[in-house]
């Protein structure tokens, strides 16, 4: 077998962060090849490059022995390049095979649009992965394996030659799973690759030829499935070298008074039987891959789940959030895992934006706002949190990323809160913006706040929380302490559940 | 430091809070001059007079119509609560009500249109733009079915109350050579820029219509917030209505209709997003007397009546173009 794809050097910067950095190796053609590593370490960027929506910034990729360009989606798709991603990209208002001949209605028609032959077509491909769905039907009323199908049947209309599945079995049973693999399978038979891009170890085994290591942007690795267990890919996934970093700096608060206390804490189709305690001045963080259930954990916390069964107290007093205003009430506070859709209002100034949740003390009993109190809040946070901005009139949204959490930050700490929930606190943030942002948490755990910590970011994890907690496929699978507290065992916890 | 703050805070208090008020400022400035030298006519004091009479019930409800398109909604049926509150009110005092009493039922009236539109509108999730087009033809028919279709008159012949001239007098008098009408305008004016930049709500408004996720993550309740806005639109909507049966002395079912977009217009010419979240009372303002100029201006000039429409509508696309010219050029 040749290789049908090389990657050469390639390398993506976003900003402050790279993302990949100088990544090499190649893909045989006809293999299902894996593509592994924790959150964050560039699987995503890498598969945004080969479907076209990204540019790298260094490196090329090169097919059949020749580098090609991958400007836009159309242009992979030319190529023989289909995309499958997590979430799906269908039009769910159309019938399937609307979808499948999507921008291409005239290709089986010489010119002309020929639905009757597209039917045919699509039921032809549908037939050739064993599926009996109506070609006929609307996207919307498929389930999520049949849409799955139904991409997957779509790359195949474009002829494709390299599909790459996106966390495929994220969404599926475990039945569905296995249809899946058995059509993968099928597909690589007939001589189409496969990139197959999943955090879970177990599938891949037995699934795969081939497999290579991201972490933190390079190539760690490269294997046949055969050369390496498990144990080893975990290994390179979470890499040797640092192990415990600022083990100095953590400290067990275990014995202190709890001050959120959660009991058997479920949420339909999110997570479920979900325990544990945060203790005064302790910060506590919670890692999982995506889709675990965390951030799940934290809204239904704050009052953001519509419907959810347990127990949660706060202070040793029963909790019953229904909404964000209710938690506030509480002492609680919560920093926004999506900072740009739920943390910042664009258009306000810096000062509104530092005051939004604090009611009660920027305006009188007569619901007149307190325009000196607001100002004299948002430059005392501007120089405390050192706030890069020439005025506190400044939009929120011109400042750098790092500046405005900073400001989601004092958001929060306006509004006088004991307990502090924070998701992805520093995502999408530069390196030295990061660190002022820790120095900022470990401050407020000196005064007294207690912090439950969200993150995909294992060194953050591991370096910000004196406990680690682990969620896997909705479940807490982990309270990691003292020696157990090492970035091997968090991986396995994530990865395995045990 | 805290001086320095100080002067912040005041100086903001007396000019412009953005460039975008004085661009909009600017131009009506000169739609000002243009017709100021192409028409005698035009730069009198009585012409000038005339023109605020002439904006003041539309100022009233751009005034509320600014909030709810701040908070990112939408208000059509302003026009059809305008003519149904000043029909129900003239019914009343014709049926023997006090003045006083009618006047205050007709503003509640008036007031709970809107918050069934704020209600109907945030707790069952339908668009705004459908249940107030609802709206619009509900309480359009409710006034036609009342008026049967016919003028219904005020004057000492149909009302029997000693109180009717002070009514009269809020629609037909002056004060100090001003209308009351633009006194009425002006304090609405007023009080809506202290809403919207001094107040709670106003803040609030802002912030609902800014981001709806982070309003809700910041504990504030949208549906509260704007729901108020739309009681405060029918609330304002309806006090036009009785200025204008006061002024005219007479209502019939299809007065007010094409206010609600004229209202929308003068609140997005002076440079409102229609995506909420940013506006401007001020603006609002410059908007509403643009619109009263270009109207006023025209018919000066002996341009047919029937152009004013179009150039209306193409003022509106021009203010809106520039706005997002403006904005696209100042970010680069």
Known sequence: ???????????????????????????????????????????????????????PDGGEVVYRGKPVRLDSPHAAHELGVAVVYQEFRLCPNLTVTENLFLGRERQLGDGKVDWPRMQTRTSEILAGLGSSIDPTALVENLSIADQQIVEIARALALDAEVIIMDEPTSALTLKEAEELFVNLKALRARGVTILYISHRLEEIFPLCDRISVLRDGRFVGGFEIADIDQAGVVRLIAGGDLADLHASEVRDYTDRRKVLEVNGLSRPGCFSDVSFALHEGEIVGIYGLQGSGRTEVLETIFGLAPEWAGSISAFGKPMNNRSPSDAIRNGLAMIPENRRDAGIFPDMSIMDNVNTA??????????????????????????????????????????????????????????????????????????????????????????????????????????????ILVMKNGAMVADLRGERRTKEQVIRYALAGQ | MSAEAETNVSRRRVTFSSTKEIGIFIAFVVIFLFFSVMSPYFFNLENLINILRQISLLGIIAMGMCLVIVCGEIDLSVGSIYGASAILTAVMMMNGFPIWLAFVLGIAVGTLFGLINGILITYTKIPALIVTLGMMNVVRGISLIISSGRVVNISPRTVDDPTLPIFLFLGQGKIAGIPVMCLFFIATAIGAYFLYNRTLLGFRMKAVGGSARAARASGINSNVVKTAAFAIVGFLSALAGLLNIAFLGSVQGTTGQGMELNAIAAVIIGGTSLAGGQGTIIGTVIGVLIMGVLNNGIILLGISPFWQMTIVGAVIILAVALDIWTRKSGRS
């Open chain 1, 358 to 467: 604090n009611a009660g003390d920027m305006s009188n009993s007569a619901g007149v706002l307190r325009r000196r109190f607001m100002a004299d809040t948002a430059e005392d946070f501007i120089r405390k949190l050192r706030i890069k901005t020439s005025s506190r009139f400044k939009k929120i949204s011109q400042l750098s990323g790092g500046n405005q959490q900073k400001v989601i930050i004092a958001r929060w700490l306006a509004s006088h809160p004991r307990i502090v929930l924070v998701d992805e606190l520093t995502r999408g943030i530069d390196v030295s913006a990061k660190f002022e942002i820790y120095k900022i948490l470990k401050s407020l755990r000196e005064s007294g706040l207690s912090i439950l910590m969200v993150s995909s970011e294992l060194a953050e994890i591991l370096a910000e929380s004196d406990r």
């Open chain 1, 1 to 55: 077998m040749s290789d049908i794809i090389d990657f050469r050097h390639i390398t993506k910067i976003f900003g402050a962060v790279t993302a990949l950095d100088d990544v090499s190796f190649s893909i045989k053609e006809g293999s299902i090849h894996a593509i592994v590593g924790e959150n964050g370490a560039g699987k995503s960027t890498l598969m945004h490059i080969l479907g076209g929506e990204y540019m």
